[in-house]
């Protein structure tokens, strides 16, 4: 008698746990409609400008991008870029600088400051001003 209440105890447990894991699965399966809500609320924007020399204008764009991503993600999405140091620096936007030309660089000022970072260790927040100047090495 008592082996078969074990047995019945045993199988109404593992049917409850059963269908609390069935509620769970639902429960999942509705969180990454609320991500992708978050996602399209989370696409921020931010100005950047280039230039030659610090007067010649080339472009300036509003660019989106979603909270948390790194200045370089941005630039990737919206820009074609030549890499140096391991893929940390950008030396080339669009077609102008390398790595092979070490007389020019890409200085970096983000509302106005220079950016002590790479643009892979920066991270973006709405309505951040980025100019990127072209630059000779003096």
Same mark, same amino acid.
């Given at each position: 008698?008592?082996?078969?209440?074990?047995?019945?105890?045993?199988v109404i447990i593992l049917l409850i746990g059963g269908c609390a894991?069935?509620?769970?699965?639902?429960?999942?399966?509705?969180?990454?409609?609320?991500?992708?809500? +978050?996602?399209?609320?989370?696409?921020l924007t931010t100005s950047i400008k280039l230039s030659k020399e610090g007067d010649e204008v080339i472009s300036e764009n509003t660019?989106?991008?979603? /909270?948390?991503?790194?200045?370089? +993600?941005?630039?990737?999405?919206?820009? /074609?870029?030549?890499?140096?140091?391991?893929?940390?620096?950008?030396?080339?936007?669009?077609?102008?600088?390398?790595?092979?030309?070490? /007389?020019?660089?890409?200085?970096?000022?983000?509302?106005?400051?220079?950016?002590?970072?790479?643009?892979? +260790?920066?991270?973006?927040?709405?309505? /951040?001003?980025?100019?990127?100047?072209?630059?000779?090495?003096?």
């Amino acid at each position: 008698m008592k082996k078969i209440f074990m047995t019945l105890f045993t199988v109404i447990i593992l049917l409850i746990g059963g269908c609390a894991q069935t509620n769970n699965d639902t429960n999942n399966n509705a969180t990454p409609s609320n991500e992708q809500t +978050d996602n399209e609320q989370g696409q921020l924007t931010t100005s950047i400008k280039l230039s030659k020399e610090g007067d010649e204008v080339i472009s300036e764009n509003t660019v989106e991008f979603e /909270d948390g991503e790194s200045l370089m +993600d941005a630039m990737e999405q919206n820009y /074609d870029l030549t890499t140096g140091f391991g893929g940390d620096f950008i030396v080339g936007i669009n077609g102008l600088g390398s790595e092979e030309e070490s /007389d020019h660089y890409w200085n970096i000022k983000v509302n106005g400051e220079d950016l002590m970072v790479g643009a892979s +260790d920066y991270v973006l927040e709405e309505n /951040d001003e980025v100019h990127f100047s072209y630059t000779k090495v003096e």
